[in-house]
């Protein structure tokens, strides 16, 4: 009895080992598919290469859907397989041969490098359940988390609880904008494995890096029916060498006023500092454009970092220039030994970037710009 009973026990151990044997081999052959480099393939587990493999389907299916549906088909798949890496998302070619398939290729590949590099960022695809379809291979660079840990988890994993409910907003389409592929332009928070010095940690002393994320939603009509936002995230503040001769920095309250100003401002819009100074920058901005700067306004105070967009800003005399804002919150510096007195509130610094020339010269939209004329 008991020689029968090992028996059967050694021929179970010999079956669930050749089902490992096959399942691995099943694995092995998935993750061989994926348009990854081999380095990085030989490390993945099964539940990354079953979520990697997951995400690779959806971008395919996405790319499929908008060759079928959009009059841009070719640029668009052309696009998406360089984001996927060239590997098994391609489009047939007819009777061209190999050399030229990878001509094509390496050129469509460095295009992409050299968008990626000017873009000070990284792309990003989102299902309208918030799943990360897709990332590019650049966000390393910024986030300290490659592509592949990133990809098939959903953002909420990694964003601020604060921001769920403006990124669920952003990613909900109405029918309208199922038709006309609506702009998307907002602010959020996510986890960063990268210190102040560059250096990669762990996930679990991740810090909250401010994202400008900027894009449309994009909707195939298919029958896989896939919808997402295709986005450019830029880490904020961004990382420019070097401040023009047209851009002017300034220091502001919490309430937006003025505190502080360069004087670069005076060549600029005509204002000396002194004037600007406990002024609030509503008072310099079109009214058309208030909504602009009330939203950028609202991200400073919550998410302490923001970019403005593309809003008017009012010149002394007449018209007005195109700019945009890149703010963000100091903090507070408190009271030390050293320094006893030292205590300072809460301000906000600004680089404002000059964006045009002076349009409608004539025009005044204040009374501040018709003392300035009647002045003069």
């Known amino acids: 009895m008991t020689a029968d009973k090992e028996k059967r026990r050694a021929i179970s151990r010999e079956a669930a080992r050749r089902r490992r044997r096959v399942e691995s081999d099943v694995f092995g052959d998935l993750s061989r598919l994926l348009p990854l480099q081999p380095s990085i393939r030989d490390n993945l587990d099964k539940p990354s290469v079953i979520r990697l493999t997951l995400s690779y389907i959806r971008m395919h299916s996405l790319l499929k859907g908008n060759a079928g549906t959009r009059a841009e088909a070719s640029h668009t798949v ?72 990133l990809m098939g988890h959903n953002i909420f994993e990694f964003t601020h609880p604060c921001d769920h409910e403006e990124i669920r907003n952003n990613l909900r389409l109405t029918a309208e904008e199922v038709w006309c592929g609506a702009k998307r332009d907002f ?13 990669s940690t762990n996930l679990k002393s ?41 851009t002017f920095t300034s220091q502001h309250s919490m309430d937006m006023r003025f505190t502080y100003c360069d004087q670069r401002v005076t060549l600029l819009l005509g204002y000396s500092p002194e004037e600007l100074l406990g002024r609030s920058i509503y008072d310099l901005c079109h009214t058309l454009d208030t909504s602009c700067l009330t939203k950028n306004h609202l991200n400073l105070c919550f998410k302490s970092q923001s970019v403005s967009g593309q809003y008017r800003m009012l010149v002394k005399g007449g018209g007005y ?56």
């Open 187 to 199: 602010v959020m928070r996510i986890k960063s494995a990268l210190t102040h010095r560059g250096r």
């Open 321 to 376: 220039v195109w700019v945009e804002s890149h703010s963000a919150v100091i903090p507070s510096v408190r009271p030390s030994k050293s320094r006893p007195g030292a205590h300072q509130p809460l301000c906000i610094l600004c680089v404002t970037y000059i964006l045009s020339g002076v349009e409608e010269p004539s025009l005044q939209l204040s009374l501040d710009q018709t003392v300035s004329r009647y002045l003069s």
């Open 78 to 149: 052309k696009y998406g397989q360089v984001l996927a890496g060239g590997g098994e998302l391609r489009v047939c070619g007819g009777g061209r041969d190999d050399k030229e398939k990878e001509t094509e290729e390496a050129e469509a590949s460095e295009e992409t490098n050299m968008y990626l590099r000017i873009l000070e960022g990284f792309v990003m695809v989102i299902s309208t359940e918030g799943d990360m379809i897709y990332l590019s291979d650049n966000v390393g660079k910024y986030m300290g988390l490659t592509q592949t840990e």
């Open 206 to 246: 991740a810090t909250w890096k401010v994202l400008h994320c900027q894009g449309r939603a994009k909707v195939c009509v298919t029958p896989s029916s896939v919808s997402c936002l295709l986005l450019t995230c830029q880490p904020l503040p961004l990382s420019h060498t070097l401040l023009s001769t047209y």
